[in-house]
């Protein structure tokens, strides 16, 4: 129980990642990195290289610190034109 919301700009060498919310009830059983995972395999089949994102709470109180971590878990680090974004190369 969660959703993505992605933006495919044709020009550009990456999908941007607006969002990827799981429900608290679903959190640590997998489906964010199973959903991230999907996120990144829909980038390579419409041949983007990159994905990047902005890492922001959906929840006031989830801690960004936690979400950044997840995310560099999953093998995303801040971008070095924009520290605050973060990406992954596929």
């Not at 009830?25 to 290289?49: D, P, Q």
Request: net charge negative; aromatic share 14%.
């Amino acid at each position: 129980m969660g959703f993505v919301a992605v933006d495919a700009i044709p020009e550009a060498d990456y999908l941007v990642l607006y969002e990827l919310f799981v429900i608290e009830r679903f959190r640590g059983s997998g489906l964010g990195a199973l959903l991230l995972a999907e996120v990144e395999r829909f980038a390579n089949i419409l041949g983007y290289e990159r994905v990047i994102l902005f890492p922001k709470p959906l929840e006031p109180p989830f801690p960004a610190e936690r979400l950044v971590a997840w995310y560099k878990r999953n093998g995303y680090s801040e971008r070095s034109d924009c520290p605050s974004e973060l990406e992954k190369t596929l």
